[in-house]
């Protein structure tokens, strides 16, 4: 039998959630699915691994974003649910990658794709995201392609 997809692994998650009655795993885990059907209902497709890694690295993002704002505005009570969401979802994200391993795939990328001017770093963005999506913040790789791209 084939592996299960992140879909199913995270609905079984959610299953035996439920029956421990763990209620704030289980309303992390509903957002999650309810994202996936959602995309699913809207775009007529099924959600594959890597539609499904590049909408928890979505949904991290925007609660991190929530999170400051929490903050930010003195309500550390909304801060710490976010950062409780944060903590859940990344569960299902892949390791992140470490700085070495960031610099060795913009490197290799921009090698691959031929950029040398900023105007191509499109290019090299495009080998890069499939390695990277769920392992590290999109911003901070885009901030090391332009780094390298102008020197």
């Not at 959602?38 to 909408?55: H, K, P």
């Amino acid at each position: 039998m084939s592996q299960p997809t992140l879909k199913d692994r995270i609905n079984d998650a959610l299953k035996t959630a439920m029956r421990a009655k763990e209620k704030e795993r289980v309303a992390v885990l509903r957002l999650v699915m309810s994202e996936f059907k959602r995309i699913e209902v809207d775009e007529r497709i099924d959600v594959d691994d890597a539609r499904a890694l590049a909408l928890l690295d979505k949904m991290v993002k925007q609660r991190r974003d929530s999170e400051q704002q929490y903050l930010a505005a003195g309500r550390s009570e909304l801060a710490a649910q976010e950062a409780y969401e944060i903590s859940e979802i990344q569960a299902w994200l892949p390791a992140a990658l470490s700085a070495a391993e960031l610099e060795t795939i913009v490197t290799q990328a921009i090698a691959d794709a031929g950029v040398t001017e900023m105007r191509d770093m499109g290019k090299a963005m495009a080998l890069i995201k499939p390695q990277v999506q769920g392992r590290a913040d999109m911003g901070e790789v885009s901030k090391l392609l332009k780094a390298k791209l102008s020197n």
